[in-house]
């Protein structure tokens, strides 16, 4: 009997300690998360069409990182809100944390941009244009739901404002979060989506357990 409970001790103290290898900062998962169920129910109702063109497209089209009251901006509450830990108030000036996209931790601010999980331009091309200013600012700063989030700045300028077709995390289990964002942010602002993008944020939905 001892020797049974003693495994049973030992069995246990490996799985919570694979448990803790495995998990992520809380910081890393964005709030308002959908579940895989709301994810493909989002996914299915979204407009499939070709995407219009970049035509009259600029950045300043989606006035970003407008005040939020006491002296912070849309910045600097993300980098906050994502942090294992920071110090400074507005502006943070170091901190710890964990970017999703490729599983690198960062210590500074200045390593990281904050990404718009839907990139503007993809935004612009997919809906936006006909947008007025103040819904582009809206969705700019947008800090309802997972749409915004703090990566480090070499993986987001790779991504650039290519969709989920040409462009996925480099870090493979990010694909399930990445998928449901996406889709839960052109749910959210209703926006359109191509054909490829649909097929690929299906096929890493389908990574996703729950």
């Excluded at 300028?157 to 996925?168: A, C, E, F, L, N």
């Excluded at 870090?171 to 998928?179: N, P, T």
């Excluded at 490829?196 to 729950?210: G, P």
Aim: net charge negative.
């Amino acid at each position: 009997m001892l020797k049974k409970s003693m495994v049973f001790v030992f069995a246990l103290l490996l799985s919570i300690a694979a448990f803790q290898f495995d998990a992520q900062p809380a910081s890393a998962f964005l709030p308002d998360t959908p579940s895989k169920s709301a994810a493909q129910s989002q996914l299915n109702s979204l407009t499939v069409e070709a995407e219009s063109s970049m035509a009259g497209y600029s950045r300043d089209e989606f006035p970003h990182w407008i005040g939020q009251g006491s002296g912070c901006d849309t910045r600097q509450l993300v980098l906050q809100r994502d942090a294992d830990y920071y110090s400074g108030d507005c502006p943070v000036t170091s901190g710890k944390w964990y970017s999703y996209f490729d599983g690198i931790t960062v210590y500074s601010p200045s390593e990281l941009d904050v990404d718009h999980v839907v990139p503007l331009a993809e935004a612009w091309r997919s809906g936006a244009s006909s947008w007025t200013e103040a819904q582009r600012r809206e969705f700019a700063n947008d800090l309802s739901g997972p749409h915004l989030i703090a990566v480090t700045a070499s993986v987001n300028r790779s991504k650039g404002d290519q969709d989920p077709s040409t462009w996925q995390p480099p870090r493979y289990s990010a694909h399930c979060g990445y998928a449901k964002w996406w889709i839960n942010t052109k749910h959210t602002w209703n926006l359109s989506l191509q054909e490829s993008e649909k097929t690929s944020l299906q096929t890493m939905l389908n990574t996703c357990s729950y």
